[in-house]
């Protein structure tokens, strides 16, 4: 009985090991197909000033367009990207396109828009960060201050030796740094006050939570007052109700973005969304 036990063993672990490296190899292979042949593509999700319900600007978020699995959202291919290093050419890739964009719609006569584009670590702890984010706004004709880099608290932990540098380089050439998904990570309080940072994007943990949970309510406010005194700006994601809306903005939040705004939109969607947008107030 124990041998069978230990054939049964065998033959549920190597076959799912073989399956789960060839899906990534895969996967891989995909990747690299479908950056040259043009597969990826950004949609752009509205942020709004919370006061006035202006639009100011949008996050980036990458897609896939798969020739066989259709729409792909970042969950489905990332982890193997960044497993496989094919995350640095994507990471400037998505970069290199935002700024393009940003050009576009400057030239296109849209309200002025802050894009702002997710970092991979990968991508943010090469010493040549800052210099290439130079060369994308040279070959893009985009202003540094059209941009905004999202990064993790613990894309800032894993590289706190390099990032107050590579930060304050960026910052000099007029981009926004913004902390995603705050109150995540494990970024000490000493840390936010000696990184050069400009804004806290409050994760949508939180803000779903928003008002029946007591915990969420206590701690979305203490972050936006926190931000506050510090003299960095707050923002929040995954805004769905009018009342979120109330309460954000009554405590001193700066920005939203969210399904009640709507949902990320191709480029051109997103274009034509922007010009029909009336700002208003929850
Ligand atoms: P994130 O940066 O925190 O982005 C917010 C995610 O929440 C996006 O999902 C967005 O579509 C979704 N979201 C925002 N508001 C709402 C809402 O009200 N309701 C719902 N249901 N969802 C909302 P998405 O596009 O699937 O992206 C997931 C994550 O993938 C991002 O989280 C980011 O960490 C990563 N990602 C996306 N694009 C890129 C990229 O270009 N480069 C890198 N390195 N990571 C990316
Ligand atoms: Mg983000
Ligand atoms: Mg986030
Ligand atoms: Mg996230």
Same mark, same amino acid.
């Given at each position: 009985q124990a041998k069978s036990r230990g054939r049964a063993t065998y033959e549920f672990f190597v076959p799912s090991l073989a399956e789960s490296a060839y899906a990534d190899l895969v996967i891989e292979s995909e990747l690299g197909t479908g950056l040259d042949e043009g597969e990826f593509?950004? =949609?752009?999700?509205?942020?709004?000033? +919370?006061a006035s319900g202006k639009l100011v600007g949008a996050e980036a978020l990458l897609r896939w367009r798969h020739p066989q699995r259709g729409l792909l959202?970042?969950? +489905? =291919?990332? +982890?193997? %990207?960044? #497993?496989?290093?094919?995350?640095?050419p994507l990471s400037d890739w998505v970069l290199a396109e935002a700024a393009r964009q940003a050009r576009r719609w400057h030239d296109a006569g849209l309200p002025p828009l802050r894009i702002a584009v997710n970092l991979s670590? *990968?991508? =943010?702890?090469?010493?040549? =960060? %800052?210099?290439?984010?130079?060369?994308?706004l040279g070959e893009s004709g985009a202003r540094g201050d059209w941009l905004e880099l999202e990064l993790t608290e613990r894309m800032l932990i894993d590289d706190i030796d390099h990032a107050p540098a590579t930060l304050a380089e960026l910052r000099a050439q007029g981009l926004t740094i913004s902390v995603d998904d705050f109150g995540t990570?494990?970024?000490?309080? %000493?840390?936010?006050?000696? !990184?050069?940072?400009?804004?806290?994007?409050?994760?949508?943990?939180?803000? +779903?939570?928003?008002?029946?949970?007591?915990?969420? *309510? %206590?701690?979305? #406010?203490?972050?936006?007052? *926190?931000? #506050?005194? !510090?003299?960095l700006k707050v923002s929040a994601e995954g805004l769905r109700t009018r009342e979120q809306w109330r309460l954000l903005a009554d405590w001193g939040c700066d920005e939203l973005q969210g399904e009640l705004i709507a949902d990320p939109m191709p480029a051109a969607e997103f274009e034509a969304w922007a010009r029909t947008w009336s700002p208003r107030q929850a």
């Open positions: 593509l950004l =949609f752009y999700q509205p942020q709004i000033d +919370a959202t970042p969950e +489905a =291919f990332i +982890a193997v %990207a960044e #497993r496989h290093r094919l995350m640095l670590s *990968m991508q =943010f702890r090469l010493d040549s =960060f %800052a210099c290439t984010v130079a060369g994308v990570g494990h970024t000490s309080l %000493a840390h936010l006050t000696q !990184l050069p940072l400009d804004k806290l994007k409050i994760d949508q943990g939180f803000v +779903a939570k928003l008002p029946d949970d007591a915990g969420a *309510m %206590a701690i979305t #406010r203490a972050i936006t007052e *926190m931000a #506050r005194g !510090l003299g």
